[in-house]
């Protein structure tokens, strides 16, 4: 059974950075893509950000590109997502997920069917 569990959320200033992990158990984990995705109050689930089995690739959302870095350790089976200049508009729950197969980077959180619990950032003017 697989298990993603989100940690490093809080509340941070803007212009501050925050680095979240995600750490997997159960599956194979390096075979797959990895996904970040974020919901704010009243939204949509929205992507993020997203990496390739092998760590390679990684595509990201314009709002956060320059910003924030998607990263693996597949020997550690863990994701990170550092978030740097942080702005309040990145206020959300922030939820890491495991793709279906080695494609990496949809948009569609139909294409995850492993979701962690999700972790509160908060970045306060």
């Known amino acids: 059974q697989v298990q993603l569990a989100e940690s490093g959320g809080g509340v941070v200033q803007a212009g501050g950075s925050l680095r979240l992990s995600c750490a997997a158990s159960g599956g194979f984990f390096r075979g797959y893509g990895l996904g970040w995705f974020r919901q704010a109050p009243g939204k949509d689930r929205e992507f993020v950000a997203g990496i390739s089995p092998g760590g390679i690739n990684t595509r990201y959302t314009d709002s956060v590109k320059g910003r924030f870095t998607i990263s693996r350790d597949n020997a550690k089976n863990t994701s990170y997502l550092q978030m740097n200049t942080l702005k309040t508009e990145d206020t959300a729950i922030y939820y890491c997920?495991?793709?279906?197969?080695?494609?990496?980077?949809?948009?569609?959180?139909?294409?995850?069917?492993?979701w962690g619990q999700g972790i509160q950032v908060t970045v306060s003017s």
């Open positions: 997920a495991r793709s279906g197969s080695a494609s990496y980077g949809s948009s569609d959180p139909r294409t995850y069917p492993y």
